[in-house]
């Protein structure tokens, strides 16, 4: 099974920068689609941003959008999200996820998550 390594989370002041990075285990993995998911305490885990390989797109929330950057590597399949201007609000463990093929319903591949924790 493919695995999604992330990293770059950490402790940031408000209005301070951070980068996540997720790579696959297998360099050949080539997903359809690659996201960042986000859960803070008591609330559901939504999407931020996702990049879909064909046709080379990338889809934001309202929430980031203008802050955040989502770029892909495509030597290693790796897709990073760049945060800028961060708000106590973005405080969450952030996770990656892949939607392997453009048939399957769902994202079907999972990172382990990395805390993202912003201070006023």
């Known amino acids: 099974q493919v695995q999604l390594v992330e990293s770059g989370g950490g402790l940031v002041q408000a209005g301070g920068s951070l980068r996540l990075s997720c790579v696959p285990s297998e360099r050949t993995f080539s997903p359809y689609r690659m996201g960042w998911f986000r859960q803070a305490p008591g609330k559901e885990r939504e999407l931020v941003a996702h990049?879909?390989?064909?046709?080379?797109?990338?889809y934001y929330a309202d929430f980031v959008q203008g802050r955040f950057t989502i770029s892909r590597d495509n030597a290693k399949n790796a897709v990073y999200l760049q945060m800028n201007s961060l708000e106590p609000e973005d405080t969450a463990v952030y996770y990656c996820a892949a939607r392997s093929h453009i048939s399957s319903r769902d994202y079907d591949y999972w990172g382990q998550g990395t805390q993202v924790t912003v201070s006023s």
């Open positions: 990049f879909t390989w064909s046709p080379g797109t990338a």
